[in-house]
């Protein structure tokens, strides 16, 4: 089917306006140059220390990522994720979207670590999270965009918004759609950030329900391609091997790039959440055509809606915190 003009005109008028830093529910702006006077040094601090962990494991860059996405749909943009449970918090690294799947503290605890050490109090861990998502993406070859600084911590967790807000693998596309429109976040923004699955792994729980249907005779899901289903379920039996992982991109799993979307329309997304965008609505299918043939549009659409979800109910000027440990808040 033909894309339409006027749906047309929407993507480029998307691709060619400027990007907005004021955050949607107004107040206070975040903007990139936050700490050039506070902590000059911190941009380089991040970038250098993220650079050293993904030449050390390529995985770490979608892991990094991954830890933005997920602390931006709970409470908003505020290092949520990353404080550990205490007497008085359960930590979100306990929900079912987490636990066992999210990764790369000892990364942030290193950054954070080096931020005090150069600018004691000064850089947020809500920040840091935002800059070493965009740095791990740069540098896997992936778009690069101007990071809005200014966020602060929270104070606290929340694992029942942890386990509802957060997209799951399983879940239809109109929940999905949900979950995204309840953060601010349109149909494009959603097709686009999927596009982050172009890097990292999935575990074997998270897509065996799509190699063997719930009527027991065996078949894969239709949506799936029979081959690329025959040699997932060489790794991903009926039972057992949980926790054995498998690249979200078989094409280029370690570089960003479009094909992602292309596997997509080849049948090939490993994540049921993945390949319904391309076979549940007319209107997220053209999206993930246009991004398969296009990886300029789509690398200059993931950083308007990276700045976007960034820009989640951020915490600024006397809320929150600053953290001098990510793991823990301050006390007086």
């Not at 911590?153 to 879940?171: F, T, V």
């Not at 027991?216 to 039996?237: E, I, Q, V, W």
């Not at 280029?252 to 076979?279: C, M, Q, R, W």
Request: proline share 5%; with cysteine; charged share 20%.
């Amino acid at each position: 089917m033909a894309l339409s003009i006027s749906f047309l005109m929407l993507l480029t008028a998307l691709a060619l306006s400027p990007l907005c830093f004021a955050f949607p529910h107004g107040g206070p702006f975040l903007f990139p140059q936050f700490y050039d006077r506070s902590c000059p040094k911190a941009h380089e601090i991040v970038k250098s220390i993220v650079a050293k962990a993904v030449a050390k494991e390529a995985r770490m860059a979608a892991s990094l990522l991954r830890l933005h996405f997920h602390d931006c749909f709970v409470k908003g943009c505020d290092a949520s994720i990353l404080l550990d449970s205490s007497k008085t918090i359960v930590s979100e690294k306990m929900s079912v979207p987490n636990r066992n799947s999210v990764r790369g503290f000892e990364v942030i605890d290193e950054i954070k670590s080096a931020l005090e050490k150069a600018c004691p109090h000064t850089v947020s861990c809500a920040d840091i999270l935002a800059l070493a998502a965009r740095d791990s993406t740069v540098l896997v070859g992936g778009p690069y965009w101007e990071v809005p600084l200014g966020r602060r911590d929270s104070l606290g967790a929340s694992i029942q918004g942890s386990n509802n807000h957060i997209p799951a693998p399983n879940n239809t596309l109109q929940t999905i759609i949900t979950k995204f429109k309840l953060k601010g976040l349109d149909l494009v923004d959603l097709v686009a950030l999927s596009g982050s699955h172009t890097i990292g792994q999935s575990r074997c729980t998270s897509f065996r329900q799509r190699l063997y249907n719930q009527t027991g005779n065996g078949l894969a899901d239709f949506t799936l391609d029979p081959a690329y289903a025959a040699s997932l379920r060489s790794r991903c039996p009926r039972s057992g091997g949980d926790q054995n992982l498998f690249p979200l991109d078989l094409v280029s799993p370690t570089k960003f790039d479009n094909h992602y979307f292309k596997n997509l329309v080849a049948k090939k997304g490993l994540l049921s959440s993945d390949e319904i965008l391309f076979t549940n609505s007319p209107a997220t299918k053209k999206l993930v055509e246009l991004y398969a043939a296009n990886g300029e549009l789509f690398f200059q659409h993931f950083a308007r809606s990276m700045v976007k979800m960034g820009n989640i109910a951020p915490l600024t000027g006397s809320m929150g915190q600053i953290r001098k440990n990510c793991r823990k808040v301050n006390h007086a």
